[in-house]
């Protein structure tokens, strides 16, 4: 069977192809990594990704004191989450999260307190430097 341009002709493609496999890749971790990061609790390094959690980490951990953790905090983990698997979100900083975050709580009009974003900020932050 001929083909027309021989197999040069295909180099580019090939390398395009290569270039979408490569970005899939990173989103695939990228998404592993956002998957198994816990904001109550991380996951331990013994603990298998394929075996059934125990009944301990099913229940939600006892508030030691303090005001108990709003339920917006989870609908802006879920957006940042999503902000960052899609790539709208690339942070270059900590700070740069924590931005992310004040305008995700001041478009839907939630007053949040800077210690408490700065560290949750904070905490994210580690966990994407200690991923790449």
Same mark, same amino acid.
């Given at each position: 069977?001929? =083909?027309?341009?021989?197999?040069?002709?295909?180099? #580019?493609?090939?390398?395009?192809?290569?270039?979408?496999? @490569?970005?899939?890749?990173?989103?695939?971790?990228?998404?592993?990594?956002?998957?198994?990061? #816990?904001? /109550?609790?991380?996951? *331990?390094?013994? @603990? *298998?990704? =394929? %075996? *059934?959690?125990?009944?301990?980490?099913? @229940?939600?951990?006892?508030?030691?004191?303090?005001?108990?953790?709003?339920?917006? &905090?989870?609908?802006? &983990?879920?957006?940042?989450? /999503?902000?960052?698997?899609?790539?709208?979100?690339?942070?270059? #900083?900590?700070?740069?999260?924590?931005?992310?975050?004040?305008? &995700?709580?001041?478009?839907? !009009?939630?007053?949040? !307190?800077? =210690? %408490? /974003?700065?560290?949750?900020?904070?905490?994210?932050?580690?966990?994407?430097?200690? %991923?790449?």
């Amino acid at each position: 069977m001929a =083909t027309m341009g021989g197999p040069e002709r295909f180099g #580019s493609a090939k390398n395009a192809a290569d270039e979408m496999l @490569t970005d899939l890749k990173m989103r695939m971790f990228r998404e592993l990594e956002i998957e198994r990061f #816990s904001f /109550v609790r991380p996951l *331990s390094p013994k @603990t *298998s990704d =394929t %075996a *059934s959690p125990p009944a301990t980490l099913l @229940t939600a951990p006892k508030n030691k004191g303090g005001k108990p953790l709003a339920a917006h &905090w989870d609908a802006m &983990w879920a957006d940042i989450a /999503v902000q960052l698997y899609v790539g709208d979100l690339q942070p270059k #900083s900590q700070k740069q999260i924590k931005d992310a975050m004040f305008a &995700w709580f001041n478009a839907n !009009g939630i007053d949040a !307190g800077d =210690t %408490a /974003v700065t560290d949750r900020a904070r905490q994210l932050w580690q966990k994407i430097e200690a %991923a790449q």
